[in-house]
């Protein structure tokens, strides 16, 4: 069976975080297995009703129980399980193992807002964790404009070969959902060999998508340098429930492990970011 791993600190946007990732679970007909990390912050649950003796009591076992028992009533996958593991250490390498020892098919994160310079030009905490995940993220925060179903993604692609090796698995999600589909290329300039390349790269993905999918698949080509600041202009104006994009892990040092484009969507985004890791 499929599992979706839920990371939380307890904080609003976990809490968020917990209830958008039991909703997809249900509909993916997946385990929950909720994962709190301990490390040496002092931490105060969001729900928290007597400041003074979390803060001093720390105690996360009670707070993750208290989580289980509110929401495992919205869980409604029949034989699936939902159940929580505290662990220590570094949070985005505790959360990451967790998700190769439970072969997890999906993680749900919620972000925390960060507007600092280094969020910006070297990753917000989200981007790092998610830069490093073997499995796909979708990354929600407060701010984020949700639906319980997802009716409409947005795929975006560029030049890249690793733009595109994401698709197989965007397809299968919109089958799964019954979602239409919107392929975004992106281009810096209106230069006709980039007109001509890129409606040809997003042709070839609405054909592949519509073949496996059997969704509804629409066209769309963005010029400007701003690729994610074109890309959520889009989507707000469409109406789009989830955003895609991808991380891309590769032996070769000369490749920047640091991609902009994620990080900008992951911090910017009104709606969820779903970030798919490709591969070499």
């Known amino acids: 069976m499929k599992e979706v791993l839920i990371p939380v600190d307890f904080s609003e946007e976990s809490v968020i975080a917990l209830e958008y990732g039991i909703d997809l679970a249900n509909h993916l007909q997946a385990n929950v297995r909720v994962i709190h990390v301990k490390t040496d912050s002092v931490i105060v649950p969001f729900f928290t009703n007597d400041l003074a003796t ?63 310079i280094s969020a910006k030009w070297v990753g917000s905490p989200a981007y790092r964790l998610v830069a490093h995940s073997p499995c796909p993220v979708i ?41 239409d589909v919107h392929v975004v290329g992106l281009k810096t300039a209106d230069l006709t060999w980039m007109n001509k390349e890129m409606k040809n790269y997003v042709k070839q993905v609405k054909q592949f998508i519509s073949n496996k999918a059997k969704v509804e698949v629409v066209e769309a080509v963005l010029t400007g340098r701003e690729y994610a600041e074109n890309l959520l202009t889009y989507v707000d104006e469409n109406d789009i429930d989830l955003v895609t994009t991808h991380v891309h892990h590769t032996p070769n040092p000369f490749v920047r492990i640091f991609q902009s484009f994620t990080n900008d969507l992951i911090n910017n985004s009104i709606k969820p970011v779903l970030v798919i890791p490709t591969k070499d």
């Open 139 to 179: 990354v929600v925060n407060k701010r984020m404009k949700m639906k319980h179903e997802i009716s409409s993604i947005a795929l975006p692609v560029d030049y890249s070969i690793a733009s595109r090796k994401k698709v197989p698995e965007i397809a299968g999600m919109a089958r799964l959902f019954g979602a």
């Open 54 to 116: 979390d803060t001093l009591s720390q105690d996360v076992e009670a707070w993750a129980q208290k989580l289980h028992d509110k929401f495992v009533k919205n869980y409604t996958v029949k034989c699936g399980y939902f159940d929580f593991k505290i662990r220590e250490g570094n949070v985005v390498k505790e959360v990451c193992n967790q998700a190769r020892y439970g072969d997890s098919t999906l993680i749900v994160l919620g972000a925390h807002e960060d507007s600092s």
